[in-house]
């Protein structure tokens, strides 16, 4: 403990080199691209992952970064939604009439794959069934990115 008594909550780590929510609006794909690859930095060599971010409806982004690794390369529709639903219910209290942005991340990826076309595919269906709109999807892969859809 600091001498003044309070936590300590600095300490060393990977969360202590996350860049900073951006001060303006990603009012495009290529600014979501942008910052996901900002926030993903070197985990896009690492196992297969979602990345989510909550915009609101003017396009600020709001400070959560949900990043789910080593997801399953067929996609479960049940837990799909489940995370949507999640996801949803954050924009809805925090930011309504906002979306949430994904990234779709995998080594290999970064293109239009069939595991990326295959998650972007479920997390619509899910984001349009619950009503939650997803604004961006993005693939990044260790040596390449791409928008996949606005």
Do not use: C, K
Not at 3 to 26: H, I, Q, R
Not at 49 to 55: F, G
């Amino acid at each position: 403990m600091d001498p003044d008594n309070s936590p300590g909550w600095a300490a060393p780590g990977p969360d202590d080199d996350l860049p900073a929510v951006p001060a303006y609006p990603l009012r495009d794909v290529d600014d979501v691209l942008e910052v996901m690859l900002s926030l993903v930095g070197p985990e896009r060599a690492g196992p297969p992952a979602l990345w989510l971010v909550l915009l609101d409806a003017a396009g600020m982004m709001l400070p959560v970064v949900l990043p789910l690794v080593g997801i399953p390369l067929q996609p479960d529709p049940v837990q799909v939604r489940q995370v949507v639903v999640a996801m949803g219910d954050i924009v809805a209290h925090d930011a309504p009439g906002g979306s949430i942005a994904v990234a779709i991340v995998r080594a290999a990826g970064g293109d239009r794959g069939a595991f990326e076309r295959t998650w972007e595919h479920a997390l619509r269906v899910a984001g349009d069934d619950l009503g939650v709109r997803v604004s961006a999807v993005v693939a990044i892969g260790e040596h390449r990115a791409r928008v996949l859809a606005p």
